[in-house]
């Protein structure tokens, strides 16, 4: 099995070993402010490590939409390139856990939709998508069967 590498940010790792290591009880929102969070284990596309990432919680249906914003940070996200690299993903939402498989949005309307749906869950992402010149990456994650 594939080494657990955690995050050098000391935030989002704290954040995911009081999630993780609750089962899903506790740390499951973006500090305190009370708005969940999942978590996306990923595989790094060099290391093929291990890698947890906590996202707002944004759902469509049955389907989880995962934001690329880094609060509006000129780069991508590094998972972003672990996504594309490795779709199949697994994703916790408190104590549920599922195999799901990730594909970036790039139809226009459908991410016009899923973008609006997301700024309504988490109102942060417009004002990050303001702060930069990329246009921050959007992924449908659907459950894998
Ligand atoms: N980030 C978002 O983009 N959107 C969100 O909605 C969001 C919500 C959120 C909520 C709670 C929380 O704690 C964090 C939240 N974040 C959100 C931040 C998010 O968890 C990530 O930390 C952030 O998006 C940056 O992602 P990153 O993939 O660039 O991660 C960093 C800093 C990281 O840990 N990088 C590793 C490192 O060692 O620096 C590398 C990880 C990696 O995958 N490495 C690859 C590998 O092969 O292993 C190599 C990658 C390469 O190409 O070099």
New binding site residues.
């Given amino acids: 099995m594939a080494e657990y590498?955690?995050?050098?940010?000391d935030?989002?790792?704290e954040?995911?070993e009081l999630y993780e290591g609750s089962g899903g009880k506790e740390g499951t929102t973006?500090?305190d402010t009370g708005m969940p969070?999942i978590i996306v284990t990923?595989?790094?596309?060099?290391?093929?490590?291990i890698?947890k990432?906590?996202?707002?919680r944004?759902v469509d249906g049955d389907n989880y939409i995962?934001?690329?914003?880094?609060?509006g940070?000129p780069k991508?996200?590094?998972?972003?390139?672990?996504l594309k690299a490795d779709p199949n993903v697994e994703i916790r939402d408190e104590t549920k856990v599922q195999s799901m498989w990730v594909r970036e949005v790039t139809d226009q309307a459908e991410r016009d939709r899923l973008w609006a749906i997301a700024v309504a869950a988490?109102p942060n992402?417009d004002e990050y998508q303001g702060r930069t010149d990329r246009v921050i990456p959007v992924f449908l994650a659907e459950p894998a069967n």
């Fill in positions: 590498i955690p995050s050098t940010r935030w989002v790792r954040q995911v973006l500090r969070v990923n595989k790094g596309n060099k290391t093929g490590a890698r990432t906590p996202l707002m944004v995962l934001v690329g914003s880094q609060g940070a991508h996200p590094v998972w972003y390139y672990n988490f992402y």
